[in-house]
């Protein structure tokens, strides 16, 4: 039987104002001005379904459509799709947006008998801080939509520094918290799902949902061509490792390590 691959494809929709008096400048449209589209692929091995025991490779496209920025800030791979209405340098703030997969038994046998998850969305805003040149500091709150209805943080601090002209280094801890409506469509096992699935019974409350460190070494090979390679190591914690289904037939230990690649096309509005 062949397994599923999980593709998530994030797509940044920006928007440069959501005020009718900035919708023009100088008598420009609200579109006008410097624009970019990246395009990529990234392809890691992962685990099957957050919990599990056991890896996969994965593929997933990298498409993001945004403003030219005053000049290069950084980014990780954990970074949802944002767009920023607040830009003073050293703090931005906006709103941010994700892509949820769906889950279900096809995506592997530890599965059985648990609920399909739907693909959805969650939606929300992202604050982001620079207390230092080599420094950053961002958080991001979301709203799920379809897939489940409980609200994700995630918060993450990266250090970076340019080992090489074009080569730079980051890296830093990482932490996420749920509500437990969101524990409830990934973790929870309700009667009826632990009678189909030998699990115990499990209703999970809000809390920590993991804690851990990632690194990227990235590639500038062109002005606009890019390489990266990652690594992401996740211990769950709280209402996810308490779930049974973790304890019974996953892992609390959860790593991703894979590369990427992408192209930036630069592009005008008037």
Do not use: C
């Amino acid at each position: 039987m062949f397994h599923r691959s999980v593709v998530s494809i994030s797509f940044l929709i920006a928007f440069s104002s959501i005020a009718p008096a900035a919708a023009q400048d100088g008598g420009q449209h609200f579109w006008s001005g410097d624009w970019y589209l990246s395009v990529g692929v990234a392809g890691f091995s992962a685990p099957k379904f957050e919990g599990a025991s056991h890896n996969e490779f994965k593929f997933s496209p990298l498409i993001s459509v945004g403003r030219q920025g005053a000049g290069p800030r950084f980014s990780s791979r954990n970074d949802n799709p944002s767009f920023a209405l607040i830009d003073k340098g050293a703090f931005r703030a906006g709103i941010v947006g994700r892509f949820v997969p769906s889950r279900d038994a096809d995506d592997d046998h530890d599965l059985k008998g648990m609920k399909k998850v739907k693909w959805g969305a969650e939606a929300g805003g992202f604050v982001e801080v620079y207390p230092t040149d080599f420094l950053r500091a961002r958080a991001e709150v979301r709203q799920g939509i379809r897939s489940h209805d409980g609200v994700v943080a995630d918060l993450a601090v990266d250090a970076f520094t340019d080992i090489a002209p074009d080569l730079q280094l980051s890296g830093g801890p990482r932490a996420t918290f749920a509500t437990s409506g969101y524990y409830d469509a990934y973790y929870g096992v309700n009667a009826k799902q632990a009678a189909a699935s030998g699990l115990d019974p499990y209703k999970p409350s809000s809390g920590i949902q993991s804690y851990g460190a990632g690194a990227a070494l990235t590639w500038k090979a062109t002005e606009n061509l890019s390489a990266s390679s990652f690594l992401e190591y996740k211990r769950l914690a709280g209402p996810a490792a308490d779930s049974s289904l973790v304890r019974d037939r996953g892992s609390k230990n959860q790593l991703l390590i894979g590369v990427s690649a992408t192209y930036k096309f630069n592009f005008s509005l008037q």
